[in-house]
């Protein structure tokens, strides 16, 4: 898992709650990046961000949210707007050049 | 935008028998090409990369092969051992550290 951190591993929130998921890292990478997988899927991209203060939405933002204050965190807000919130939720984080992204342990979601 | 394509979904091979995971991608522009090993509840792991400049790469029993001309390019497992067992996923970038696009997976089952 590299020098990424996700906390806390499991989540369990109720349903009409928001819910920040925490992702950290050392590596200093400039760009992070939150996927969302489910079941049996691939990895689908929510929202990446190349620098501080600066973020754009990949395929499937709706019901999320996200900032980038400092370089070493990039926390995901999952909104009570988002319909169907429960999944493994994975933070990733890569350098410009070259670019190999790692990615941190992977935070599970249970929404009720 | 990119597409990646991964076959097979599922694979199963015998113990040190090799096992082969096929990708393709549609942009010509795309120059990056990650595979990762993604085990149970955790997060994935770059095993081996290849960039658009080289047709060839090897990690020990781990190769990587690109056809820029096919748009293809595939992982090589050798003597598989029942560690092996995991999912795989292929992806493709541009190495200007925007996006990332991923196969579906492989689910490996290596039969000891």
């Known amino acids: 898992d590299g020098g990424i951190t996700q906390s806390p591993k499991y989540l369990f929130r109720k349903e009409g709650q928001n819910v920040t998921l925490s992702c950290e890292q050392n590596?200093?990478?400039?760009?992070m990046y939150w996927y969302r997988q489910d079941p049996g899927q691939g990895l689908r991209l929510i929202y990446y961000s190349q620098i501080v203060n600066d973020f754009q939405k990949g395929d499937i933002a709706e019901g999320y949210s996200v900032s980038r204050e400092k370089k070493e965190s990039f926390p995901l807000t999952v909104t009570s707007a988002q319909k169907n919130p429960t999944a493994f939720y994975l933070c990733a984080s890569s350098n410009r050049a070259p670019l190999e992204q790692y990615f941190g342990p992977g935070t599970r979601l249970t929404v009720t | 935008g990119e597409n990646v394509e991964q076959h097979p979904s599922t694979l199963s091979v015998q113990e040190g028998d090799s096992a082969v995971i096929k990708c393709t991608y549609s942009d010509s522009a795309s120059n990056y090409f990650p595979w990762y090993k993604q085990e149970l509840g955790k997060g994935p792991q770059l095993i081996i990369d290849?960039?658009?400049?080289?047709g060839e790469k090897k990690d020990q029993r781990i190769a990587v092969t690109l056809n820029k001309t096919a748009k293809h390019f595939s992982l090589h497992i050798t003597e598989t051992q029942p560690e092996d067992s995991a999912v795989y996923f292929c992806a493709a970038s541009l190495n200007t550290g925007n996006q990332f696009y991923f196969g579906t997976g492989t689910s490996l089952t290596v039969i000891p």
């Open positions: 290849i960039r658009s400049n080289v």
């Open positions: 590596l200093n990478h400039d760009a």
